[in-house]
């Protein structure tokens, strides 16, 4: 008897491993009157309508604020270089020595004839003082009198021909001493001592950048701009800190944001017919010297303000052919896609323009519950440096238009019972 007792007590057992089976209620299910699994966590935000700045991000390039080209305005042979390549100069900073005694030569020569022009001036001016009485008196011919004063005239006119060549034999002597005309950097030099420059073919000797500030020139498609302008004109949108003027933020080759804030100068009058592209010019402080001229970037540029818009992570959104939805939780806990507007994007986040309330909550986190047949959630506030470890916050990216899978439940959720998944 003792063998056939064994299979009848493993039925026995079978049987009641599937009856506790039945009386487990699924994973999400609210809970019995004698009590059961509670409702999962789902993480949401509460929105709150506010004023949203449009951020747009365009491509550019840096160019220095001012370029000056040193340049040899006196024609001889460089006898010494007095800056370093590469370094930081002064406006009147020396620069180079070009050889200097022609044109001290020409400078001592033009004062020497200056002299003798004001001596001839001196014997005229004499002979005038001595004939004015005499020809009064009649001891002396009017003709020799206007002949002494036209020759005081002609030294007066001498000595200012004097004065202007030792003025221009100096400006040539003060030019074999070549100076900066700005401030800024100077690349290498162009010349070595020794080489012969000349005023003529101005020979360039280097060039200075300024390179603090810098200039940022920025493309946008004319598209893009007569939208804009379209939405301004009509009242959807505000002018970005109400006036003309713009906030752009540079963004470097790597990714990071570089930390001196940049202001928009002027937008061109023109669309450029080769591209279809409208030029911006923006200013850009460079104190520490870390960006340098022809560097590529990238401008995030604050054009214009949506009033009455909420911020939504892009995870939260499902983006479909047949429109936009959210997964809006109600205050029993009861779950509800619901359409809504998306008027454009800054950063990670959506600009949703319609469909939500002020103080509604929004699902961020959770969806995998709702697939597993949770019908009422327990709403947890969304936390964003907690929320999801860097593969889900990468799934969460939009490529194609549709929305991508959500994240994964948070560990604290409750799990399924083994009794179940073994069915």
Same mark, same amino acid.
């Given at each position: 008897?003792?063998?056939?007792?064994?299979?009848?007590?493993?039925?026995?057992?079978?049987?009641?491993?599937?009856?506790?089976?039945?009386?487990?209620?699924?994973?999400?299910?609210?809970?019995?009157?004698?009590?059961?699994?509670?409702?999962?966590?789902?993480?949401?935000?509460?929105?709150?309508?506010?004023?949203?700045?449009?951020?747009?991000?365009?491509?550019?390039?840096?160019?220095?604020?001012?370029?000056?080209?040193?340049?040899?305005?006196?024609?001889?042979?460089?006898?010494?270089?007095?800056?370093?390549?590469?370094?930081?100069?002064?406006?009147?900073?020396?620069?180079?020595?070009?050889?200097?005694?022609?044109?001290?030569?020409?400078?001592?020569?033009?004062?020497?004839?200056?002299?003798?022009?004001?001596?001839?001036?001196?014997?005229?001016?004499?002979?005038?003082?001595?004939?004015?009485?005499?020809?009064?008196?009649?001891?002396?011919?009017?003709?020799?009198?206007?002949?002494?004063?036209?020759?005081?005239?002609?030294?007066?006119?001498?000595?200012?021909?004097?004065?202007?060549?030792?003025?221009?034999?100096?400006?040539?002597?003060?030019?074999?001493?070549?100076?900066?005309?700005?401030?800024?950097?100077?690349?290498?030099?162009?010349?070595?001592?020794?080489?012969?420059?000349?005023?003529?073919?101005?020979?360039?000797?280097?060039?200075?950048?300024?390179?603090?500030?810098?200039?940022?020139?920025?493309?946008?498609?004319?598209?893009?701009?007569?939208?804009?302008?379209?939405?301004?004109?009509?009242?959807?949108?505000?002018?970005?800190?109400?006036?003309?003027?713009?906030?752009?933020?540079?963004?470097?080759?790597?990714?990071?944001?570089?930390?001196?804030?940049?202001?928009?100068?002027?937008?061109?009058?023109?669309?450029?017919?080769?591209?279809?592209?409208?030029?911006?010019?923006?200013?850009?402080?460079?104190?520490?010297?870390?960006?340098?001229?022809?560097?590529?970037?990238?401008?995030?540029?604050?054009?214009?303000?949506?009033?009455?818009?909420?911020?939504?992570?892009?995870?939260?959104?499902?983006?479909?052919?047949?429109?936009?939805?959210?997964?809006?939780?109600?205050?029993?806990?009861?779950?509800?896609?619901?359409?809504?507007?998306?008027?454009?994007?800054?950063?990670?986040?959506?600009?949703?323009?319609?469909?939500?309330?002020?103080?509604?909550?929004?699902?961020?986190?959770?969806?995998?519950?709702?697939?597993?047949?949770? #019908?009422?959630?327990?709403?947890?506030?969304?936390?964003?440096?907690? !929320? $999801? %470890? +860097? &593969?889900?916050? /990468? @799934? =969460? *990216?939009? #490529?194609?238009?549709?929305?991508?899978?959500?994240?994964?439940?948070? !560990? $604290? %959720? +409750? &799990?399924?019972? /083994? @009794? =179940? *998944?073994?069915?």
């Amino acid at each position: 008897m003792a063998p056939r007792l064994l299979p009848l007590g493993a039925a026995l057992l079978l049987a009641a491993s599937l009856a506790a089976c039945g009386d487990k209620k699924p994973a999400g299910a609210p809970p019995g009157p004698g009590g059961g699994m509670p409702p999962p966590e789902v993480a949401v935000l509460t929105v709150q309508p506010g004023t949203v700045n449009l951020t747009t991000e365009l491509p550019g390039r840096l160019e220095p604020s001012r370029v000056a080209q040193v340049r040899a305005r006196a024609t001889g042979i460089l006898n010494k270089r007095v800056f370093t390549e590469g370094s930081d100069v002064r406006a009147g900073q020396v620069l180079y020595q070009i050889d200097s005694a022609p044109y001290q030569a020409t400078q001592q020569s033009a004062q020497a004839q200056l002299a003798q022009a004001q001596a001839q001036l001196a014997n005229a001016s004499a002979m005038v003082t001595r004939y004015r009485p005499l020809v009064a008196a009649n001891a002396v011919s009017k003709q020799e009198f206007d002949a002494a004063v036209a020759a005081e005239k002609a030294a007066q006119a001498q000595v200012a021909a004097g004065r202007a060549a030792v003025r221009t034999a100096s400006i040539s002597l003060g030019y074999a001493t070549v100076t900066a005309p700005i401030a800024g950097r100077i690349g290498r030099s162009l010349v070595t001592e020794g080489a012969l420059v000349s005023a003529q073919e101005g020979t360039q000797l280097a060039t200075i950048q300024q390179i603090n500030p810098l200039y940022l020139n920025i493309t946008q498609s004319a598209a893009e701009v007569l939208k804009l302008r379209e939405a301004l004109q009509a009242g959807q949108l505000a002018r970005a800190g109400g006036g003309e003027a713009a906030k752009v933020q540079v963004l470097l080759e790597n990714g990071q944001v570089y930390g001196q804030p940049a202001r928009l100068l002027f937008t061109d009058l023109s669309v450029d017919p080769a591209t279809g592209q409208v030029s911006l010019r923006a200013e850009v402080p460079n104190p520490g010297g870390l960006l340098m001229p022809g560097m590529y970037v990238r401008a995030r540029v604050e054009q214009a303000e949506v009033s009455n818009a909420i911020l939504l992570p892009q995870q939260a959104v499902t983006r479909g052919t047949k429109g936009d939805s959210v997964m809006v939780v109600a205050p029993d806990g009861a779950v509800a896609p619901r359409p809504i507007k998306i008027g454009g994007q800054r950063g990670n986040q959506w600009i949703v323009t319609e469909g939500l309330k002020p103080g509604e909550q929004v699902m961020v986190e959770g969806a995998m519950k709702l697939m597993m047949g949770a #019908k009422v959630v327990k709403a947890v506030p969304w936390e964003p440096n907690k !929320a $999801s %470890a +860097p &593969a889900n916050q /990468a @799934s =969460a *990216a939009p #490529k194609n238009g549709a929305s991508s899978a959500a994240p994964a439940a948070p !560990a $604290s %959720a +409750p &799990a399924a019972p /083994a @009794s =179940a *998944a073994s069915r």
